[in-house]
């Protein structure tokens, strides 16, 4: 059974930076998305960054190019996204996701998925 743990939410001005760390264990097979998404209140879940595995392509949403990096430490068995140069638009609940056969920035497909951590940017 794939778990996953999110840490790192919290609140933070307009400019700074966070750091989501997402725990994984179960994962099965060698080739698999790992991905980061975000709800804001009355909106939908929409991707924010995706890594595939073995080949450690990444995908990002427009609205975080150049902002966020996603990476991952296997040796750690954990999922990253660095969040620089925050906006109050980046306030959401973010999650961490993974799927086997599906891989790419819409939430179908991800099978299984963390309980979310909470970000919040004042301006």
């Known amino acids: 059974q794939v778990q996953l743990v999110e840490s790192g939410g919290g609140s933070v001005q307009a400019g700074g930076s966070l750091k989501l760390s997402c725990a994984v264990s179960g994962i099965t097979r060698g080739s698999y998305c790992m991905g980061w998404f975000r709800q804001a209140p009355g909106k939908e879940r929409e991707g924010v960054a995706v890594?595939?595995?073995?080949?450690?392509?990444?995908y990002y949403t427009d609205s975080v190019k150049g902002r966020f990096t996603i990476y991952q430490d296997n040796a750690k068995n954990t999922l990253y996204l660095q969040m620089n140069s925050l906006k109050p638009e980046d306030t959401a609940m973010y999650y961490c996701?993974?799927?086997?056969?599906?891989?790419?920035?819409?939430?179908?497909?991800?099978?299984?998925w963390g309980q979310g951590t909470q970000v919040t940017v004042s301006s």
């Open positions: 996701a993974a799927a086997y056969f599906l891989c790419g920035l819409k939430p179908v497909g991800y099978n299984y």
């Open positions: 890594v595939t595995t073995p080949s450690s392509r990444t």
